[in-house]
């Protein structure tokens, strides 16, 4: 007697053995992914808020280049600093500082820069208004997605279109004030410096997306590569990247220091203005008292602010690439804009110290009522489950927690 039941095969699906802390207190995957989503989401609207504080400490007293510079700078020697300890800690292998692995770093770095130079420079104003600017924003999302598919070997559940459609729903929600704004004429959208600043904004949004893709990539094929190999460290060291990344994002932009000189796109007409915009920086920062003008008293704290969200942000941003995905990322990075909507609300005297401009009730209803839908879209991209091919496909899973602090 033949027996024409089809037995289907058992898939072992990806299990992710949680944390250890010290190697010794374990904690779930759950739990962490959520506690470091929430915080990047945190440290995200801090450096958001902190830029546009420190730009306001300096009042005209230095350009955007001197920004750039100086907290790239800050970034490379405290993430170098990080890692030094790290390695004393034997957290870092032989095998991460394999050349193959530089050349991603090399990467993103560049990326990192290109980003900085093209958000930062286009971030004035007077080239795109702030109620444009929230707009144009969002497009890192389906950026990520569709560059994430054409890089990376993802494999996409209807859920997790789903997922990306609500929030730019959401999105598209919590903006609707400031469509309603530029309708009436209430909301600055005049492109004073030219009608191409929007297009240079958008542009923007393409390396950023891609300095995430390209590092999630970089952890997925060593975590590979270190499971093949049996080796005791099988996640790439977040500090060790993030000092390499900094020192080549602090590389590319010191090198291309003469973009602040060229007409139409950098702030300094000459090279006697530059310098003098570089030093007054430096000097209104640290509250030189010889340097009048300004709000050099606030410098430091508002600087101190920008950077440490700024690191905790790629931190955490590291971390979520690594053990989700970049897409997940760049869904958690709508998030922060209600937030910092939330915060100009609540604190009207430092939103006109800062000169964000006046944020009214209809403005925080808004944000408010869109964090739900987002919220929904977020849970249908979990419930989606991984969108990477690699790890459902591989029959090499992990089998001991990994260390949280490395």
Not at 94 to 116: E, Q, Y
Not at 174 to 184: C, E, G, N, Q, Y
């Amino acid at each position: 007697m033949i027996n024409n039941e089809y037995i289907y095969p058992v898939v072992k699906q990806p299990s992710h053995p949680g944390f250890t802390i010290g190697r010794r207190w374990h904690l779930s995957f759950n739990f962490v992914a959520v506690v470091f989503s929430l915080l990047s989401i945190l440290f995200a609207s801090g450096q958001s808020i902190g830029l546009v504080l420190f730009l306001g400490s300096f009042q005209g007293l230095t350009g955007v280049y001197f920004v750039l510079f100086f907290c790239s700078l800050s970034f490379t020697i405290i993430f170098s600093l990080m890692a030094l300890w790290f390695g004393y800690k034997k957290q870092i292998t032989p095998s991460m500082t394999s050349f193959r692995w530089i050349k991603f770093m090399v990467l993103v770095g560049v990326f990192d820069a290109l980003n900085g130079f093209l958000f930062v420079f286009s971030s004035h104003g007077s080239r795109v208004p702030p109620a444009l600017s929230s707009i144009l924003i969002q497009s890192i999302i389906p950026c990520t997605f569709i560059f994430s598919k054409i890089i990376l070997p993802k494999k996409y559940h209807w859920r997790h279109i789903m997922s990306v459609c609500l929030v730019l729903v959401g999105v598209i929600f919590s903006l609707i004030p400031t469509f309603k704004r530029m309708h009436d004429g209430t909301a600055a959208t005049e492109l004073k410096d030219g009608w191409y600043w929007p297009f240079i904004f958008v542009v923007g949004c393409l390396p950023a997306a891609l300095m995430n893709i390209v590092q999630e990539q970089l952890q997925m094929k060593f975590t590979q590569q270190a499971r093949e190999n049996q080796e005791k460290m099988t996640r790439f060291s977040v500090m060790y990247f993030q000092a390499v990344e900094s020192t080549f994002q602090f590389s590319a932009i010191a090198l291309c220091f003469a973009l602040d000189l060229v007409p139409g796109f950098g702030t300094s007409n000459n090279i006697d203005k530059f310098w003098s915009s570089f030093s007054n920086g430096f000097k209104c920062f640290f509250n030189d008292p010889s340097l009048s003008g300004g709000r050099c008293g606030y410098a430091g704290a508002t600087g101190a602010l920008f950077i440490i969200s700024y690191l905790g942000t790629y931190i955490t941003g590291t971390f979520l690439t690594d053990h989700v995905s970049a897409n997940w990322l760049s869904i958690l990075s709508s998030i922060s804009p209600l937030l910092s909507t939330s915060f100009w609300f609540i604190f009207p005297s430092v939103n006109k110290w800062a000169g964000v401009g006046a944020m009214d009730s209809w403005d925080i209803g808004f944000s408010l009522g869109a964090l739900p839908i987002i919220l929904v879209g977020m849970f249908f991209y979990r419930g989606g489950g991984t969108d990477r091919k690699t790890e459902e496909d591989s029959c090499i899973t992990e089998e001991h927690p990994v260390e949280l602090f490395w």
